[in-house]
Nanobody
Framework: QVQLVDSGGGLVQAGGSLRLSCAAS????????MGWYRQAPGKQRELVAN???????NYADSVKGRFTASRDNAKNMVYLQMNSLKPEDTAIYYC??????????????WGQGTQVTVSS
């Protein structure tokens, strides 16, 4: 059974930092592209950052230069270092694991989410 457990959220003042973690189990972690998404109240879930199996990263324009995604395949962990946080970064953050399959729907798993609140 695949499980993704998000942690590390909390309340922080604007300009502060947080580090989110996601522990994955029940899958061959190194085969999956990993992502961080967020959903603010009244808004759709959006991609924040992803990191491919090969370690290549991609970021939303709104977080470029402030957030850094990383992964540790030996520990089945993915991280999101968030610096210079802004009130508009307030959202529930979700870890995602995806493995594309030729001719089939991809394997797609989600963490339970962790709340990040940035006060002004």
């Amino acid at each position: 059974q695949v499980q993704l457990v998000d942690s590390g959220g909390g309340l922080v003042q604007a300009g502060g930092s947080l580090r989110l973690s996601c522990a994955a189990s029940g899958l061959i972690f190194s085969f999956y592209d990993m992502g961080w998404y967020r959903q603010a109240p009244g808004k759709q879930r959006e991609l924040v950052a992803n990191i491919t199996r090969g370690g290549r990263t991609n970021y939303a324009d709104s977080v470029k230069g402030r957030f850094t995604a990383s992964r540790d395949n030996a520990k089945n962990m993915v991280y999101l270092q968030m610096n210079s946080l802004k009130p508009e970064d307030t959202a529930i953050y979700y870890c995602n694991a995806m493995k594309f399959r030729i001719g089939h729907d991809p394997y797609n798993y989600w963490g339970q989410g962790t709340q990040v609140t940035v006060s002004s």
